[in-house]
Structure formats: structure tokens, C-alpha cells
């Protein structure tokens, strides 16, 4: 008999039944329609359970089981490759945390049969690309041929969408070998994918049937690669990294590196981040650094990857079944993840703008447990058309704020309807109304509105502004809702009682927060203005504000004709500044706080005319060998120019670092001058030159 905690066979082989239906119809989606119906963490959950059911009961795996080929079947209205040498899959460590490449380097050092105290195996590690594997052969130093993995061992012909790639040469230099087929990985920058989905959405509003936006660069590159008609694919911006090589006819290289640095010399673009690494510590140290950088790449990988540098090392250790030993793929915990919607709530922030939000079932993705995901505003909301109890992918990368990609619309089980936005406010219940032309509803009953005033309140308190210590979400909601706290000044009348008063508010923690409120009465005339919570005016405004006008009365008074003449204003900003300091009861919260104490030092009015690069605008893009993004773009500001987001015809000057993209091509393109770190340098140094004399 069968206990009844241990699953019956019949069980085990329905499950692995069920395992393989679901992960054939997933990889058809995936490999043949370029259309993933889930995350790829989803995918690798369900192939690792197979793989392990599989182990437990080898009786169970049979020649058409999922685990045993390596991709999708080749899509038949390509021409078929044979690959003369296999496009091998490589194994995938499963410990995303660091101790991974431990583990990799125990293995390797076991299978060498090094002693402890033998010298430390040198790695390769390279970046894990998040695109599609690619086999380009060359005879005679000619491109002839371009294919994908396929299922390893028979791929589709896709050189006449190869070609349009203008980053993968055609043709290589005399000393190539007769026969070279080199491997790597064809992928789609973040910024192309951004603006191709771009032009699609436009598509799509244009009514063109049969356009689609894409779920991620990888599909959008897969889709580009597979499309027959190479006009289109060309319109699909790709790029190429190589990391490895097939069939050579002649090898003139003894370690990986000395193949990568080939390659680079041979014209293919190659990962600047590949790295030598001796010993675990240097593949620990290098997954950690990766980790970081990762957000800041201009192109998607999903972790980094460690081959031994020997090639007869290499060959000594050879495959475990499609396998190669000497090499492994060191995950990083996945951005994407499928949950459950539980509600969609509303909020209102600080300026009173309505925001749809999903609560999800809580699930761990980025990084972080996430249990909620913005759904930015009505439009979009529809866009997706997210519902209560849908399973949804939600995503999270870097600090970005998590969104909900996709519904997966076979899971959706209830009539649960469209979600629609209230016409009234959730938390005071004032008319919520969309302007035209405007994307969100916005609460129309400003501070009467609880909501809104708790955000005014965290917005003026917070690090950028004021900066009130330890007044945090949790402490200002309870002041809010106790009523002892309504307006910006109720602040500096707190007294200790009335703190202390608050639930879970220990008497030392009460002191804290009135010493912090003391702390942050001397303050600067850009934080308090700044920290008002003026629509459109964000901390660089309320800079440009102080450095032209001096004195806040003087802001407070300006026409609209002279806030405009501010190098930052134009006439939303100030039309906003206008209407907030005509309204009576801004002008005494101002009044107030002063009188409270808060205080600053005024300037002088300087006109902002009068600093060299005002009128003159920056684009900052790639990265720069010394400094930071922002510390540039502040340097820039503080000399009177303004920094924008994206080239145009106005921009004065792109100034281009390293792993430049699109912002490049487009300076080009309209003939703006390009400066590197050291040419804006010098027009900074010029301009200091300037101020001196
Ligand atoms: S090496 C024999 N190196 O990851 C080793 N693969 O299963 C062959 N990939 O889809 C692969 N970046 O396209 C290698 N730096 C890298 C890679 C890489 C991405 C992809 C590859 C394949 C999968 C490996």
C-alpha cells in the first residue's frame, strides 16, 4: 500500500503527462510564434520539475519528452540548416545567489581532480544575452550562410535577415580562416525596442491591421530574424554579440579569450565586460558587479556566464549529454513573474491625480516580494485590460516601479468587468474629472482631500525638500487621520503630547521627530519652494526659479511674462506658479511656516541670461569615463544650459560616453556636434573662465 503522502505512479505519470503538453504548447509559442504565453521563470520552473521527475523515475522520460531536445522545431517556411557541429544548450546554475559559481567551480575542480591546495581554474565570464543564438558561417571570409539554433542540430535559413544587420560583417579579412562559423547571440537594444513600439503603437492607432507591439526586446528580435520579408526585418533594429565559434577550419587560439579577442580583430562586435576570472572568488565578484551594472546595460541579459579559459582543459571535461561541462549560465532572480490580480484600487497622489493600481498576490521578482503594480491611468488600464482574478506577468527591473506586462487571457476564469475609473474621488469623494487632452483624472477637492494631504505633507518632509527625519508613510497617515496635522505649519505646532498620543509612538521616537521638525527649519530657498509641491515644478525649476528671481517674494510676485523668462520655465510651469501663489490660503501656508520659523538665505537676482551656456541645450548619452550622468547634467545646469532627454533639432551639443546608441546615430543624422567627457569639459572650463573675468 501507498501511504498518503506519497503520490501514486499513475499520479506522477498523469503529472508528467500534463508537464509535457504544457511545455511543448508553451515552447511553440515561444520558439514558433515569437509569442511567449508565460515568463521564462515560469517555463524553467515547469521544465525543472519534469527534469526532476525525470531523474526519480527514468521509466518516465521518453524520446519525445521536452528535456530531451534543446529548442523549438525549425518553422517549415524557412530552409533548413544541418549544424555540421551542434548548437549545444549550456547547463544553468539554479542558485541565483552568489554561491552559484561556487558551485560551478567545485564541480569543475572535482572533475579536473584538483587537490585543495592546486591552483585556482581560470574562467572566462561573459555576459548572459537575453536574445537569440545564432550560427553565422563564413567560407573564404564570405558571409554564406546565417541560422538559428532550431532544436541544436537543424536550424532555419535566416541570411537574408542576417544581412540587414549592419553590426555583422559580410566579409572578413584575409587572414580569417577558410572555413569560420562563428556563434553568438543577435539581441535588440532597449531604446530601439522602446521606439519600435513606438512606431507600432502609431501603427495600431493608425488602424493598419495585423501590427502588434512586443513583450520584450528578445521577442521583438525573434520576430525581426524570422520575418520573411527582409524589408520588414530590416526595419527592426538588431545588434550582435559573438561568444564562441563552431566549425573552424584552422585554430590559432589556445584559451576562449584568445578566441574572443580573434573575433574582435575579425570586425565582431564582442561584450566589453568579458572578464578573466581565477577562482570562485573573481566569479562571485564578477556575478556581484554584473548584478549592479545589469539595469544600467543598454540591452537586456538574464545573467552572466562562466566557461573555463583552456581549450584543452575544455576538451578534457567534454558534455554531459547536449552539455558542455566547462561552461555554465549563472542566473540573476528573474524581472518577470506570473501572479494573481486580487483588486484594483485607486489612489490619489499628492496632486490629486487618480492612479488605478492592481493588488496582486504577493510574489518575488526584481528581487523584492512585490504587491502591487501600477496601472499608470485609465488608458492604459484599458490598454491591458486588467481584471480582478486575472494571472497576470508583472515585471520589475532595477528600481523601476512594477508594471503588469501582460493578462494571460486562457487563465481568466470569472466575468469579473472592465475595470473603469470612478468619476468621484475613492477618499473624500469630490468630483474626479479628466481634462482634455490630460491622461489622468485628478481629485478636484485638493487639501480638503485627505489623500492629497498626506502627500503634500511626505513631499515637503522628504530628503530632496525640507527633510524631516524619520516622518515616514505610517506616522503621517496617523497624523493625518487624528486630525493634528492639516496643513504644512500644523507641523511646527506639533507638541509632544500630541505626538507621543499617536499609537505606537514610543516617547523617544516622539522627541526624534520634534528635533528633526527643529532640524529642518534652516533649510534653502530651492528646498522650501521645491517642497511646496507646486505642480510641474520639480527640484531643477525650483533651482532656475532661485537662481534668476533671488528672493521668494519675488517668485511669489512675478508676472507670467517674467516667470517665463526663467531658462527652465515655459508656460505651463508658469501659468501652475501663477495660479498657486494667487490663491489666498497658499500665501499663508507660505506666511506660516515662516512664521513658525522656517528660514532660508535669499539671494541676489541674477539674470540667468547672463551665464554662459543659457540658451544653449545638452543631451547626455552612454557613460562617461569620470563622471556620473547627473553630476554632468547639474554642472551644465548650474552654467545656465538645460539638459534634455532625447536629440532634436534644437540640441546644441550631444555630449556621448561609452555604449552610445540611437541618441548617437540621431546626432549624426541632423549633424549635431558630438562631444566626448573631456570636450564638454573643456566648454565647461571655458565658461568658468568667462565667469572671472
Ligand atoms: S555559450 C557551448 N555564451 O544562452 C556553449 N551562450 O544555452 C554555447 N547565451 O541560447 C553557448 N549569452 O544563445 C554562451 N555569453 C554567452 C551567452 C550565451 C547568451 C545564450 C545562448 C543560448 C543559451 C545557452
Known amino acids: 500500500m501507498f501511504s498518503s503522502n506519497e503520490p501514486k505512479n499513475d499520479d506522477m505519470a498523469q503529472r508528467v503527462a500534463a508537464l509535457h503538453q504544457a511545455l511543448h504548447q508553451h515552447a511553440h509559442s515561444y520558439y514558433v510564434l515569437d509569442e511567449p504565453t508565460i515568463p521564462d521563470s515560469e517555463y524553467d520552473k515547469l521544465f525543472a520539475e519534469l527534469q526532476s521527475l525525470e531523474e526519480t523515475h527514468p521509466e518516465l522520460r521518453t524520446s519525445d519528452s521536452p528535456t530531451q531536445r534543446v529548442g523549438g522545431k525549425p518553422m517549415t517556411e524557412f530552409a533548413t540548416v544541418r549544424h555540421m557541429m ?35 581554474v581560470e574562467y572566462v565570464a561573459e555576459l548572459k544575452f537575453d536574445g537569440l543564438a545564432m550560427s553565422l558561417r563564413y567560407e573564404k571570409g564570405v558571409l554564406v550562410r546565417a541560422a538559428t539554433r532550431g532544436d541544436g542540430e537543424y536550424g532555419e535559413d535566416v541570411t537574408h535577415n542576417i544581412r540587414t544587420i549592419g553590426q555583422i560583417p559580410l566579409k572578413l579579412s584575409e587572414n580569417a580562416p ?51 520579408d527582409p524589408g520588414i ?67 537586456d541579459i538574464d545573467g552572466v556566464v562562466y566557461k573555463v579559459n583552456s581549450l584543452a582543459l575544455q576538451q578534457q571535461l567534454g558534455f554531459v549529454s547536449r552539455e558542455p561541462r566547462w561552461a555554465v549560465a549563472h542566473k540573476y532572480p528573474a524581472q518577470e513573474q506570473l501572479t494573481t490580480v486580487l483588486a484594483i484600487e485607486v489612489q490619489v497622489g499628492r496632486t490629486g491625480k487618480l492612479t488605478p493600481v492592481a493588488k496582486l498576490a504577493p510574489v518575488f521578482v526584481g528581487g523584492v516580494t512585490v504587491t502591487n503594480a501600477t496601472l499608470h491611468n485609465e488608458d492604459e488600464a484599458r490598454r491591458k485590460d486588467v481584471r480582478v482574478g486575472d494571472t497576470v506577468v508583472v515585471r520589475r527591473a532595477g528600481d523601476v516601479i512594477p508594471e503588469v506586462v501582460s493578462v494571460l487571457l486562457e487563465k481568466r476564469q470569472n466575468d469579473a468587468p472592465i475595470f473603469t475609473m470612478p468619476h468621484i474621488c475613492p ?105 511646496l509641491g507646486i505642480r510641474h515644478v520639480g527640484e531643477a525649476t525650483a533651482k532656475a526659479l532661485v537662481k534668476h528671481f533671488g528672493k521668494l517674494d519675488t517668485i511669489m510676485d512675478a508676472t507670467l511674462e517674467q516667470l517665463t523668462q526663467v531658462a ?53 548619452t552612454g557613460t562617461l569615463p569620470n563622471l556620473g550622468r547627473d553630476e554632468l547634467k547639474e554642472m551644465l545646469e548650474a552654467a545656465g544650459a538645460k539638459v534634455a532627454g532625447s536629440v532634436s533639432k534644437k540640441t546644441h551639443y550631444l555630449v556621448a560616453g561609452s555604449d552610445a546608441g540611437s541618441k548617437l546615430d540621431k546626432a549624426h543624422e541632423l549633424g549635431v556636434p558630438v562631444l566626448d567627457e573631456a570636450g564638454v569639459l573643456a566648454i565647461l572650463n571655458e565658461t568658468n573662465v568667462g565667469d572671472d573675468s
Request: charged content about 25%; proline content about 3%; some cysteine.
Open 568 to 620: 527652465d520655465v515655459g508656460p505651463i510651469v508658469a501659468l501652475s506658479l501663477r495660479t498657486f501663489f494667487d490663491q489666498t490660503h497658499n500665501r499663508e501656508v507660505v506666511e506660516q511656516l515662516r512664521a513658525c520659523g522656517v528660514s532660508w538665505t535669499e539671494g541676489e537676482a541674477s539674470s540667468s541670461t547672463l551665464l554662459a551656456l543659457s540658451g544653449k541645450t545638452f543631451v547626455i
Open 427 to 531: 477618499v473624500c469623494d469630490s468630483a474626479a474629472v479628466r481634462e482634455e487632452g490630460e491622461a489622468d483624472y485628478r481629485c478636484t477637492g485638493g487639501l480638503f482631500c485627505s489623500a492629497q494631504r498626506k502627500q503634500a505633507i511626505l513631499h515637503f518632509a522628504q530628503k530632496r525638500a525640507v527633510e524631516v527625519d524619520g516622518l515616514g508613510d505610517k506616522l503621517v497617515e496617523q497624523m493625518v487621520e487624528a486630525g493634528i496635522v492639516r496643513t504644512l505649519p500644523d507641523l511646527y505646532k506639533l507638541g509632544f503630547t500630541a505626538l507621543s498620543d499617536l499609537d505606537r509612538m514610543a516617547e523617544k521616537s516622539a522627541q526624534n521627530i520634534l528635533i528633526a521638525l527643529q532640524n529642518s527649519k534652516q533649510t534653502t530657498l530651492p528646498r522650501f519652494l521645491y517642497g
Open 178 to 228: 577558410e572555413i569560420l562559423e562563428v556563434r553568438g547571440e543577435v539581441y535588440m537594444r532597449r531604446d530601439d525596442f522602446e521606439a519600435l513600439n513606438e512606431r507600432q503603437r502609431s501603427k495600431i492607432a493608425a488602424g493598419i491591421k495585423g501590427e502588434k507591439t512586443f513583450v520584450n526586446p528578445r521577442n521583438a528580435a525573434a520576430g525581426a530574424v524570422r520575418q520573411l
Open 233 to 299: 526585418a530590416a526595419q527592426r533594429p538588431l545588434s550582435f554579440f559573438a561568444y564562441g565559434v563552431g566549425e573552424v577550419s584552422t585554430v590559432s587560439w589556445s584559451t576562449h579569450y584568445d578566441l574572443l579577442k580573434t573575433l574582435k580583430n575579425l570586425g565582431f562586435p564582442v561584450a566589453v565586460q568579458v572578464n578573466i576570472a581565477i577562482g570562485a572568488t573573481e566569479l562571485v565578484a564578477y556575478h556581484q558587479k554584473i548584478g549592479k551594472l545589469r539595469d544600467a546595460l543598454p540591452f
Open 86 to 120: 551542434p548548437m549545444l544548450s549550456i547547463r544553468t546554475e539554479t542558485d541565483t545567489e552568489a554561491s552559484g559559481a561556487e558551485s560551478f567551480d567545485a564541480r569543475i575542480r572535482k572533475e579536473l581532480s584538483l587537490q585543495e591546495n592546486d591552483t585556482a
